[in-house]
């Protein structure tokens, strides 16, 4: 079985579909990760309707940044505590300096993550982190807080944090892009199985195919490929690692 630990559910037109394709492809669950605060709202929706199956995860992206105010940021941490009994995450958040061009507005990423950094650490929940083009920052920040755990999706460099992050004891989910990417491999390669779990993405597209949680199997099977181990092994492993991080309650 599989835990899709990363995926936009919201964001697709035939979620209906993408559901029975990941359940005909052993997918036990699907994270829900939100991005901004009508999205929140949205993945509430979803994962009540398809309960023990897709499971929320609520935060505030840094790519929301700028059509984040204030006043959004305040709703936003009290529909969070309002749900918290059904969370299994505060995601995604963190910081993005590679696709978010304007300097100006870092400032503010940054207050909007420490913000969802330490509503984590008031409801004792793990968080999911975006780092692209700020890891070393991301990094420095989470050694002021104290989240239950930490899962760093689609991770693909500097390779140096890589060390640090193992010692750190953080989590790595690995996208479809492992068939493909050198860095996403040499993440594989460097991190114990014991660490890692796989992620969609979704609908992001990889090689113009469209990403769904049944891809779960796909990377898995890569995984495999990279540890020389079996593909039954790294699949239990990883479904371990999810159902222990998010401490899921599963239909099955």
Not at 50 to 57: A, C, I, L, N, R
Not at 112 to 130: G, Y
């Amino acid at each position: 079985m599989f835990v899709d630990v990363h995926c936009h559910v919201d964001l697709y037109p035939d979620f209906n579909k993408v559901v029975t394709q990941a359940d005909k492809n052993g997918v036990a669950a699907i994270i829900a990760v939100s991005m901004d605060l009508e999205s929140m709202g949205t993945i509430t929706k979803i994962s009540n309707h398809y309960s023990g199956f897709v499971f929320p995860s609520l935060g505030l992206h840094p790519d929301a940044c700028s059509r984040t105010s204030e006043i959004n940021l305040t709703k936003a941490v009290k529909l969070i505590k309002n749900n918290a009994k059904n969370l299994v995450a505060i995601g995604e958040i963190g910081l993005d300096h590679h696709f978010v061009k304007i300097k100006e507005l870092y400032p503010w990423q940054q207050r909007i993550f420490r913000e969802m950094l330490r509503t984590s650490q008031d409801l004792n929940l793990p968080v999911i982190l975006h780092t692209k083009g700020a890891e070393r920052l991301i990094f420095k920040i989470l050694d002021d807080y104290k989240p239950r755990d930490v899962l760093i999706h689609w991770y693909t460099g500097p390779k140096d944090l890589i060390d640090i992050g193992i010692k750190k004891g953080y989590y790595f989910s690995i996208t479809p892009a492992v068939t493909y990417s050198k860095n996403v491999q040499y993440l594989v390669k460097k991190v114990g199985v014991d660490y890692l779990m796989t992620e969609s993405d979704g609908p992001v597209e990889y090689n113009r195919i469209r990403g769904e949680p049944k891809d779960c199997k796909i990377i898995v099977k890569k995984i495999a490929e990279i540890k020389g181990y079996s593909e039954g092994k790294v699949e239990e492993v990883l479904f371990e690692n999810a159902v222990s991080f998010f401490k899921l309650d599963l239909n099955i």
